[in-house]
């Protein structure tokens, strides 16, 4: 894949995952994972959720010292597009549909899954690097020898009960898309990561160029 067509798929890819982040927390049944807890904290300070993306994702990266990842133009990429765009995108659709009716919200949580593991699936596959999250969670499959799914759900697991307790919004919609996600990633990887999107995190790692979602 060429360099430009990557450049454009990994800045395609993580405007389309704030929209899908955006449009979750818009349909109000519950955000993803990292976003019960985001919202939790926005809820307890007020600060531009966009704002808290960013130091939540700075914070993980500090993590990444003892861990001994190496961030890639990706992984700060991931950082700044998306904490830059989810909030236009939140005002956006909150213009555009200020009070939608049970369908739409329903039907905005399900795009949102769907859309998110496309735009996971994108950013991912244009190999420049996981996103922070990403790689919080390899360095530690890699330093615990525990395997991926074991790690990724006590991450999440733990993350949303923070947020919860924080008044973060956990619903039907979170168990969707940390169930579903997954297929829709590996579906939509055939088109997006053709060189395959299972090693990807860990390639990066090393500083080769780049499974799963934030």
Sequence with gaps: ??????????????????????????????????????????????????????????????????????????????????????????????????????????????????????????YIGARFGPGPRDGLMTGLVARTGWPVRRVKTLIEVAVVVVGWALGGTFGWATVVYALGVGPVVQVAARWLAPSGIADAPRRAAVGTPETLAR
């Design 1 to 122: 894949m060429h360099l430009w067509r990557r450049s454009l798929q990994l800045v395609l890819g993580l405007l389309a995952f704030a929209l899908s982040m955006a449009m979750l927390l818009h349909a109000g049944f519950g955000g993803m994972p990292w976003d019960v807890l985001h919202q939790g904290v926005v809820r307890r300070n007020g600060l531009p959720f966009g704002a808290v993306v960013v130091a939540s994702s700075l914070l993980v990266l500090l993590a990444w010292v003892p861990l001994r990842q190496r961030p890639g133009l990706g992984t700060v990429a991931n950082v700044m597009v998306i904490g830059v765009s989810v909030d236009p995108c939140l005002a956006l659709l909150e213009a555009a549909a200020p009070d939608p009716g049970a369908a739409a919200r329903v039907a905005l949580a399900l795009g949102g899954v769907l859309v998110n593991g496309a735009a996971t699936a994108a």
